[in-house]
C-alpha cells in the first residue's frame, strides 16, 4: 500500500511540472441580443424597487444603436424612467446589448436621482401588470394599419417605441414610431398595452 501510495505521488508531482506553464485561454464575451419592451421592464424593475420600494415606470423607450440593428419589435437598448410618489424622485434606467462609450452601458445601468413633482403633465405612472401586450405584437399591429404609409416609394425611418399612460386612454400604450420622438415621427400608431387594440394612428 505504501509503495503504491508513493508512486502515485511522484506521478501527480511529475505531472504537476509538466504543465507549469499550461496557457489558459478563454473565448471573447459574448454580446447580448435585442430585447423586447417588456423584457427590458422586467430587467430593470428589480433595481428599480431596490432604489425605492414604492417605483413605478412612467415612460419605457426604445434606443435604436448603430451598432445593433432593431428587428421584430426588440432593440439594442432602451431606456425605463421610474418615479417614487413618496420620496418625490425620478431616475432613469438603461439596459443595453453593448457598451457605447461613456453614454451607453452595457446591462443595467442606473441614472442619477431627480426631483419629481408629481403629476403635473400627462404622463402618469402606472403598474408593470399593466403590459401585456409586447413590442413585438404592437409592431405587428402598427404594420398591419399602416398599408398606405409603408407602401411609399423611399426609406422609412427606424422603428421607435415608447410606452406611457396619459389621461386620454383607459391603459398604458404603446406609440409605434416611425421616427425618433412623438413630434418629429412620420408616422405614428396607438396600441393598447392591454389588451392590443389600436387606438389611433397618423
Not at 78 to 95: K, L, N, P
Request: net charge neutral; aromatic share 8%.
Amino acid at each position: 500500500m505504501k509503495s503504491w501510495l508513493a508512486t502515485a505521488v511522484s506521478l501527480v508531482a511529475c505531472g504537476c511540472s509538466q504543465t507549469g506553464t499550461e496557457t489558459i485561454t478563454t473565448s471573447p464575451q459574448k454580446a447580448l441580443e435585442p430585447i423586447t419592451g417588456r423584457q427590458a421592464l422586467q430587467y430593470t424593475h428589480g433595481s428599480a424597487r431596490f432604489w425605492a420600494q414604492d417605483a413605478q415606470p412612467i415612460t419605457v423607450r426604445s434606443i435604436n444603436l448603430d451598432q445593433l440593428k432593431a428587428v421584430d419589435g426588440k432593440a439594442g437598448a432602451w431606456e425605463i424612467d421610474y418615479v417614487s410618489a413618496q420620496m418625490a424622485r425620478a431616475r432613469t434606467y438603461t439596459w443595453s446589448a453593448v457598451e457605447i462609450g461613456d453614454s451607453v452601458h452595457k446591462g443595467v445601468f442606473r441614472g442619477p436621482e431627480e426631483v419629481w413633482q408629481g403629476l403635473h403633465g400627462q404622463q402618469r405612472p402606472f403598474v408593470s401588470e399593466a403590459l401585456t401586450i409586447d413590442t413585438p405584437q404592437a409592431l405587428q399591429t402598427a404594420v398591419a394599419n399602416s398599408t398606405n404609409y409603408l407602401k411609399k416609394p423611399y426609406s422609412k425611418p427606424q422603428v421607435t417605441f415608447l410606452l406611457e399612460s396619459t389621461p386620454r386612454f383607459p391603459n398604458p400604450v404603446w406609440r409605434v414610431l416611425w421616427g425618433t420622438s412623438v413630434g418629429s415621427a412620420e408616422y405614428a400608431v396607438i396600441v393598447d398595452s392591454v389588451t392590443g387594440a389600436l387606438l389611433g394612428k397618423n
